[in-house]
T-cell receptor
């Protein structure tokens, strides 16, 4: 049971390049989310999904796309990277079951856009 | 919209002593959950403790306990017998019940435990 995994751990991009941050979980969780963490601002929600085929925008969605074709995977796409997207990105998952509301986080991806 | 405020950017405590981290939140929801997460230098987000708003009893997990004041919208974390391994960023988080697990986080408090 690996929990929530993210790849890559580190990435450097040039402005305008595109890339996909990968996230996978093996806990059969329905809910998955992407957050970004910037200095002094805590974590902010980018996009989330309540199940395969269902996604919605969070607090800071601009510049990011997501899709959820399987329960396990929830990739985050940057179509045209900008320096403002330099951040640490966390993927999280949780179960829809009643009181099990805890979110489990991946190890994060540190992205630098030059 | 819900907001979470942590008014102490940095704190320090001597090993074996007790420290309290503050958190306040703003919401119009009646049912929700509150969390404290720890982020050590490894960057991993680790759940420390959680509280369900409908429970009046404060949650405890070993050396960690909370003081939940629903009317005051306050949710402080007390760490007893502080250990060097407690050195980390601590984030307070809010999540409304029935929501899609979208959490709102405070800006964090950097705690340093000194030997």
């Amino acid at each position: 049971n690996a929990g929530v995994t993210q790849t890559p751990k580190f990435q450097v991009l040039k402005t305008g390049q595109s890339m996909t941050l990968q996230c996978a979980q093996d806990m059969n969780h329905e809910y998955m989310s992407w957050y970004r963490q910037d200095p002094g601002m805590g974590l902010r929600l980018i996009h989330y999904s309540v199940g395969a085929g269902i996604t919605d925008q969070g607090e800071v969605p601009n510049g990011y796309n997501v899709s959820r074709s399987t329960t396990e995977d929830f990739p985050l796409r940057l179509l045209s990277a900008a320096p403002s997207q330099t951040s640490v990105y966390f993927c999280a998952s949780s179960s829809s079951s009643g009181r099990l509301n805890t979110q489990y986080f991946g190890p994060g991806t540190r992205l630098t856009v030059l | 919209a819900q907001t979470v405020t942590q008014s102490q950017p940095e704190m320090s405590v001597q090993e074996a002593e007790t420290v309290t981290l503050s958190c306040t939140y703003d919401t119009s929801e009646s049912n929700y959950y509150l969390f404290w997460y720890k982020q050590p230098p490894s960057r991993q987000m680790i759940l420390v403790i959680r509280q369900e708003a409908y429970k009046q009893q404060n949650a405890t997990e070993n050396r960690f306990s909370v003081n939940f004041q629903k009317a005051a919208k306050s949710f402080s974390l007390k760490i007893s017998d502080s250990q060097l391994g407690d050195t980390a960023m601590y984030f307070c988080a809010f999540m409304k019940q029935g929501g899609a697990r979208d959490m709102r986080f405070g800006a964090g408090t950097r705690l340093t435990v000194k030997p």
